[in-house]
Protein backbone atom coordinates (compact mmCIF):
# COMPACT_ATOMS: atom_id res chain seq x y z
CA UNK A 1 0.00 0.00 0.00
CA UNK A 2 1.30 3.66 0.20
CA UNK A 3 1.10 5.60 3.27
CA UNK A 4 2.78 9.22 4.12
CA UNK A 5 2.89 10.24 7.46
CA UNK A 6 3.87 13.58 8.81
CA UNK A 7 2.83 15.63 11.84
CA UNK A 8 -0.61 16.98 12.06
CA UNK A 9 0.49 20.38 13.94
CA UNK A 10 3.71 21.66 14.91
CA UNK A 11 4.40 24.84 16.62
CA UNK A 12 7.66 27.07 16.94
CA UNK A 13 8.77 30.42 18.21
CA UNK A 14 9.89 33.47 15.22
CA UNK A 15 13.65 33.29 14.57
CA UNK A 16 14.09 29.82 15.92
CA UNK A 17 14.62 26.54 13.78
CA UNK A 18 12.02 23.91 12.97
CA UNK A 19 12.31 20.49 11.74
CA UNK A 20 8.94 18.33 9.60
CA UNK A 21 9.32 14.71 9.06
CA UNK A 22 7.61 12.91 6.51
CA UNK A 23 7.92 9.30 6.55
CA UNK A 24 6.42 7.18 3.87
CA UNK A 25 5.67 3.78 2.44
CA UNK A 26 4.89 3.79 -1.54
CA UNK A 27 5.22 1.53 -4.75
CA UNK A 28 7.87 2.85 -6.70
CA UNK A 29 9.95 5.99 -5.75
CA UNK A 30 10.17 8.53 -8.18
CA UNK A 31 11.35 11.15 -5.29
CA UNK A 32 10.09 13.35 -2.91
CA UNK A 33 8.48 17.25 -2.95
CA UNK A 34 8.04 19.35 -0.26
CA UNK A 35 5.05 22.30 -0.95
CA UNK A 36 4.04 25.16 1.07
CA UNK A 37 0.68 26.04 1.38
CA UNK A 38 -0.84 29.24 3.37
CA UNK A 39 -3.98 29.03 4.39
CA UNK A 40 -6.92 29.47 1.52
CA UNK A 41 -4.49 29.66 -1.54
CA UNK A 42 -2.69 27.66 -3.35
CA UNK A 43 -0.13 24.90 -2.43
CA UNK A 44 3.48 26.25 -4.01
CA UNK A 45 7.00 24.39 -5.08
CA UNK A 46 9.50 24.45 -2.10
CA UNK A 47 11.90 21.32 -2.66
CA UNK A 48 12.59 18.02 -4.62
CA UNK A 49 14.73 15.27 -3.58
CA UNK A 50 15.58 12.43 -5.30
CA UNK A 51 18.89 10.94 -3.97
CA UNK A 52 19.86 10.30 -0.46
CA UNK A 53 21.07 13.38 1.46
CA UNK A 54 20.38 17.53 2.27
CA UNK A 55 19.02 19.81 -0.52
CA UNK A 56 19.40 23.02 0.71
CA UNK A 57 17.75 26.70 -0.35
CA UNK A 58 17.90 29.59 1.16
CA UNK A 59 16.19 29.11 4.91
CA UNK A 60 14.69 25.83 3.86
CA UNK A 61 16.37 22.41 3.09
CA UNK A 62 14.85 19.11 2.50
CA UNK A 63 16.57 15.99 3.45
CA UNK A 64 15.72 12.25 1.84
CA UNK A 65 16.72 9.33 3.13
CA UNK A 66 15.85 6.55 0.93
CA UNK A 67 16.37 3.12 2.28
CA UNK A 68 15.28 4.85 5.93
CA UNK A 69 11.54 6.21 3.56
CA UNK A 70 12.09 9.11 5.70
CA UNK A 71 12.27 12.92 4.67
CA UNK A 72 12.82 15.98 6.52
CA UNK A 73 12.11 19.88 5.74
CA UNK A 74 14.42 22.22 7.81
CA UNK A 75 13.11 25.91 7.92
CA UNK A 76 15.63 28.47 10.11
CA UNK A 77 15.46 31.56 11.18
CA UNK A 78 11.52 31.54 11.41
CA UNK A 79 9.25 34.46 10.20
CA UNK A 80 5.56 35.08 10.90
CA UNK A 81 5.27 34.47 6.95
CA UNK A 82 6.69 30.59 7.47
CA UNK A 83 3.12 30.36 9.81
CA UNK A 84 1.10 27.59 6.63
CA UNK A 85 0.27 24.25 6.40
CA UNK A 86 3.68 22.28 4.42
CA UNK A 87 2.84 19.29 2.44
CA UNK A 88 5.24 16.17 1.76
CA UNK A 89 4.21 14.03 -1.60
CA UNK A 90 6.03 11.41 -3.25
CA UNK A 91 5.90 10.21 -6.78
CA UNK A 92 5.33 6.85 -7.56
CA UNK A 93 5.93 4.48 -10.22
CA UNK A 94 3.75 6.44 -12.82
CA UNK A 95 5.17 9.78 -12.02
CA UNK A 96 1.89 10.44 -9.99
CA UNK A 97 2.33 12.37 -6.02
CA UNK A 98 0.86 10.85 -3.41
CA UNK A 99 -0.01 13.20 -0.70
CA UNK A 100 0.72 13.35 2.82
CA UNK A 101 -2.22 15.44 4.94
CA UNK A 102 -0.21 18.24 5.61
CA UNK A 103 1.46 19.70 8.53
CA UNK A 104 -0.34 23.09 9.86
CA UNK A 105 3.24 25.46 11.23
CA UNK A 106 2.31 28.31 13.96
CA UNK A 107 4.54 30.46 14.55
CA UNK A 108 4.57 32.14 17.47
CA UNK A 109 6.17 35.70 18.19
CA UNK B 1 1.72 36.01 -16.81
CA UNK B 2 -1.25 34.48 -15.22
CA UNK B 3 -0.22 30.91 -14.89
CA UNK B 4 -3.25 29.26 -14.34
CA UNK B 5 -6.87 30.42 -13.47
CA UNK B 6 -9.56 28.55 -12.00
CA UNK B 7 -13.66 30.07 -12.49
CA UNK B 8 -15.34 30.31 -9.93
CA UNK B 9 -13.38 30.48 -7.28
CA UNK B 10 -16.83 29.42 -5.22
CA UNK B 11 -20.10 27.98 -5.32
CA UNK B 12 -22.78 26.58 -3.76
CA UNK B 13 -24.34 24.16 -5.93
CA UNK B 14 -28.16 22.02 -5.38
CA UNK B 15 -27.47 18.37 -5.02
CA UNK B 16 -28.31 16.57 -8.35
CA UNK B 17 -27.04 20.03 -10.49
CA UNK B 18 -24.62 19.83 -13.30
CA UNK B 19 -21.57 21.93 -12.67
CA UNK B 20 -18.16 22.22 -14.54
CA UNK B 21 -15.19 23.97 -12.38
CA UNK B 22 -12.97 25.10 -15.50
CA UNK B 23 -9.16 25.48 -15.50
CA UNK B 24 -6.87 27.19 -17.98
CA UNK B 25 -2.97 27.24 -18.26
CA UNK B 26 -0.83 30.15 -20.58
CA UNK B 27 2.51 28.06 -19.67
CA UNK B 28 2.05 25.71 -22.43
CA UNK B 29 2.27 22.72 -20.10
CA UNK B 30 1.77 19.39 -21.45
CA UNK B 31 0.24 17.55 -18.63
CA UNK B 32 -2.65 18.88 -16.26
CA UNK B 33 -4.56 17.41 -13.14
CA UNK B 34 -7.58 17.82 -10.80
CA UNK B 35 -7.30 17.26 -6.73
CA UNK B 36 -9.46 17.80 -4.63
CA UNK B 37 -9.00 19.10 -1.11
CA UNK B 38 -10.57 17.85 2.34
CA UNK B 39 -9.48 18.42 5.98
CA UNK B 40 -7.48 16.05 7.51
CA UNK B 41 -6.65 14.55 4.55
CA UNK B 42 -3.40 15.11 1.06
CA UNK B 43 -4.69 15.59 -1.65
CA UNK B 44 -6.37 13.68 -3.90
CA UNK B 45 -6.06 12.81 -7.43
CA UNK B 46 -9.20 12.73 -9.36
CA UNK B 47 -8.32 12.72 -12.82
CA UNK B 48 -4.92 14.18 -15.36
CA UNK B 49 -4.40 14.63 -18.66
CA UNK B 50 -0.73 13.82 -19.91
CA UNK B 51 -0.87 15.79 -23.34
CA UNK B 52 -3.99 17.49 -25.18
CA UNK B 53 -6.28 15.06 -26.26
CA UNK B 54 -5.92 12.13 -23.58
CA UNK B 55 -6.91 11.70 -19.90
CA UNK B 56 -6.59 9.11 -17.23
CA UNK B 57 -8.60 8.27 -13.91
CA UNK B 58 -6.86 9.27 -10.62
CA UNK B 59 -7.43 7.81 -7.14
CA UNK B 60 -11.21 9.17 -6.70
CA UNK B 61 -12.62 9.72 -10.29
CA UNK B 62 -16.27 8.52 -9.58
CA UNK B 63 -18.71 10.98 -10.62
CA UNK B 64 -15.95 13.53 -12.38
CA UNK B 65 -15.25 14.00 -16.01
CA UNK B 66 -12.84 15.66 -18.07
CA UNK B 67 -12.06 16.89 -21.25
CA UNK B 68 -8.52 18.45 -22.83
CA UNK B 69 -9.05 19.32 -26.51
CA UNK B 70 -6.31 21.84 -26.56
CA UNK B 71 -3.28 22.41 -24.57
CA UNK B 72 -4.62 25.17 -22.57
CA UNK B 73 -7.74 24.13 -20.97
CA UNK B 74 -8.35 21.18 -18.46
CA UNK B 75 -12.59 21.40 -17.22
CA UNK B 76 -13.97 18.97 -14.64
CA UNK B 77 -17.46 18.05 -14.74
CA UNK B 78 -19.85 16.89 -11.98
CA UNK B 79 -22.00 15.53 -13.95
CA UNK B 80 -25.03 15.18 -10.68
CA UNK B 81 -23.31 16.63 -7.72
CA UNK B 82 -24.01 15.24 -4.01
CA UNK B 83 -22.61 16.53 -0.90
CA UNK B 84 -20.02 13.96 -0.68
CA UNK B 85 -18.06 16.23 -3.64
CA UNK B 86 -18.17 19.55 -1.16
CA UNK B 87 -14.26 20.03 -1.35
CA UNK B 88 -11.76 22.62 -2.54
CA UNK B 89 -10.72 21.68 -6.01
CA UNK B 90 -7.53 22.49 -7.05
CA UNK B 91 -6.07 22.35 -10.81
CA UNK B 92 -2.28 21.80 -11.40
CA UNK B 93 -0.21 21.50 -14.29
CA UNK B 94 3.72 20.79 -15.25
CA UNK B 95 5.45 21.06 -18.10
CA UNK B 96 5.73 16.95 -19.40
CA UNK B 97 4.22 14.55 -20.82
CA UNK B 98 3.77 12.49 -17.37
CA UNK B 99 6.83 10.10 -18.00
CA UNK B 100 9.36 12.13 -15.15
CA UNK B 101 9.28 13.81 -11.95
CA UNK B 102 8.15 17.59 -13.04
CA UNK B 103 7.35 19.86 -10.83
CA UNK B 104 3.08 20.40 -10.52
CA UNK B 105 1.98 23.85 -10.75
CA UNK B 106 -1.55 24.88 -8.74
CA UNK B 107 -3.92 27.82 -9.37
CA UNK B 108 -5.99 28.86 -7.28
CA UNK B 109 -8.69 26.57 -6.17
CA UNK B 110 -12.77 26.72 -6.32
CA UNK B 111 -14.46 26.27 -3.14
CA UNK B 112 -17.27 24.33 -3.70
CA UNK B 113 -20.55 23.46 -1.74
CA UNK B 114 -23.32 20.89 -2.41
CA UNK B 115 -26.57 21.09 -0.39
Known amino acids: GQNIDQPTEMTATEGAIVQINCTYQTSGFNGLFWYQQHAGEAPTFLSY??LDGLEEKGRFSSFLSRSKGYSYLLLKELQMKDSASYLCATMDSNYQLIWGAGTKLIIKP | IAGITQAPTSQILAAGRRMTLRCTQDMRHNAMYWYRQDLGLGLRLIHYSNTAGTTGKGEVPDGYSVSRANTDDFPLTLASAVPSQTSVYFC??????????????FGPGTRLTVL
Open chain 1, 49 to 50: NV
Open chain 2, 92 to 105: ASSPGTGGSADTQY
